[in-house]
């Protein structure tokens, strides 16, 4: 199955300022996933990238404040842009598994902890 | 539109006691279903699956049945242990194939010696 590795693991970050969330897949996906999950929450999508698209966002999700890059099948990042503390959680991405038909399910990386102080 | 409902946590059992997790969905189509689980300062790891109508997912000790009578994919385990304290989180995607989790809000086990 996929493997992601993600990454910062953690980081405590200003208000107002920005933090860059880095993935990389090591094959070739076409959509890569977005989740936040704040403390003590589900998951909740934050947008869907596909690579030569702009990413689709979930509703209460905007590009301004999480704008996201795909350049190409294996990469993704996710900024947080002016952050205030409303906005620690943690973010993760998210692919298939691989191996056709859902075989793996979905693989996720391991999760970027933020807080905003 | 989709979405999942599960049995609300926490939930604390002794070791060795029988643990069902309730999961129940919506969806349209024919969804595949998931339960993922996540260990204490740990990231989501897939549990188990199912992609079809009575197919049975099983790993660990854990099984789950998606029931598309009653659109629900409970978990369960017959003996749990101290070391299947986690959170676990029934999930749905309305599709095979990149289309994203549905998740649902999540139970937190916690087992007892």
């Known amino acids: 199955s996929a493997v992601i590795s993600q990454k910062p693991s953690r980081d405590i970050c200003q208000r107002g300022t920005s933090l860059t969330i880095q993935c990389q897949v090591d094959?070739?996906?076409?959509?890569m996933f977005w989740y936040r999950q704040q403390p003590g929450q589900s998951l909740t999508l934050i947008a869907t990238a596909n690579q030569g698209s702009e990413a689709t966002y979930e509703s209460g999700f905007v590009i301004d404040k999480f704008p996201i890059s795909r350049p190409n099948l294996t990469f993704s990042t996710l900024t947080v842009s002016n952050m205030s503390p409303e906005d620690s959680s943690i973010y993760l991405c998210?692919?298939?598994?691989?191996?056709?038909?859902?075989?793996?399910?979905?693989?996720f990386g391991s999760g970027t902890r933020l807080t905003v102080v | 539109g989709n979405s999942v409902t599960q049995m609300e946590g926490p939930v604390t059992l002794s070791e060795e006691a029988f643990l069902t997790i309730n999961c129940t969905y919506t969806?349209?189509?024919?969804?595949?279903l998931f339960w993922y689980v996540q260990y204490p300062g740990e990231g989501l790891q897939l549990l188990l699956k199912?992609?079809?109508?009575?197919d049975k997912g099983s790993n660990k000790g854990f099984e789950a049945t998606y029931r598309k009578e009653t659109t629900s994919f409970h978990l369960e385990k017959g003996s749990v242990q101290v070391s299947d304290s986690a959170v676990y989180f029934c999930a749905l995607t309305p599709r095979a194939g990149n289309t994203p989790l549905v998740f649902g809000k999540g139970t937190r086990l916690s087992v007892i010696a």
């Open positions: 094959s070739q996906v076409t959509m």
């Open positions: 998210s692919v298939e598994g691989g191996g056709g038909g859902l075989m793996n399910g979905y693989t």
């Open positions: 969806a349209t189509g024919y969804p595949s």
């Open positions: 199912a992609t079809k109508a009575d």
